[in-house]
């Protein structure tokens, strides 16, 4: 079965720096990557997702790219605020195996002032 | 409001006392599965259902039972909970056809 790898598990930056989130998988066949942010005491919310026909995707300041070839997917976040500041998953899913979400470990991100 | 909500919250119970955790959506989803979260292993499946009466195993089903009767609700049901099924639980839905999973609150279960 699929299996995702993330790191680091836990990272620390400056508000205004930036931060990358690696993760990869196993299963040539994953077609659909999501990442989801938790926050303390929340449900993980999708907050980018990218598909294996795109190399990359932006939404404002959060950016997802991907390498089919190397078999792994980073999330990018430019301009880190404190708001930024949560539990990221990335997850893969393969084709054919009924949506089932595979998640990576989790990267704890902490922006400081 | 769209939304996947589960019931309850927050549970203590002793070990081999029979529980359900509730799951229901009001969005008409086919697809509803249910998660583990334990610290450094992120979240891992137990079953899912693909529509009414079709349920199967996800990663980690054992000690756990489930049931697709109504299309909204996904109970999760331990009949003999033990002390490693302590968690933080969740149930998650999505369309047929969309990859995009949304997630109910958490139930936090500690079993003693």
Redesign the interface.
């Known amino acids: 079965?699929e299996n995702v790898e993330?790191h680091p598990?836990t990272l620390s930056v400056q508000e205004g720096d930036s931060a990358v989130i690696k993760c990869t998988y196993s299963d040539s066949a994953s077609n659909?990557f999501?990442w989801y942010k938790q926050e303390l005491g929340?449900?993980?919310?999708?907050i980018i997702?990218i598909r294996s026909n795109v190399g990359e995707k932006k939404d404002q300041r959060i950016a997802v790219t991907l390498n089919k070839t190397a078999k792994h997917f980073s999330l990018h976040i430019t301009e880190t605020q404190p708001e930024d500041s949560a539990v990221y998953?990335c997850a893969a899913?393969a084709a054919g195996t009924?949506?089932?979400?595979?998640?990576?470990?989790?990267t704890r991100l902490q922006v400081t002032l | 409001e769209a939304q996947v909500t589960q019931n309850p919250r927050y549970l203590i119970t002793v070990t081999g006392k029979k529980l359900t955790v509730t799951c229901s959506q009001n969005m008409n989803h086919e697809y509803m599965s249910w998660y583990r979260q334990d610290p450094g292993l992120g979240l891992r499946q137990i079953y899912y259902s693909m529509n009414v009466e079709v349920t199967d195993k996800g990663d980690v089903p054992e000690g756990y039972k489930v049931s697709r009767k109504e299309k909204r609700n996904f109970p999760l049901i331990l009949e003999s909970p033990s002390p490693n099924q302590t968690s933080l639980y969740f149930c998650a839905s999505s369309l047929w056809g969309s990859d995009e999973q949304f997630f109910g609150p958490g139930t936090r279960l500690t079993v003693l």
């Open positions: 079965g993330q598990s659909y999501p929340k449900r993980p919310q999708l997702d998953f899913i009924a949506s089932k979400l595979t998640f990576g470990t989790g």
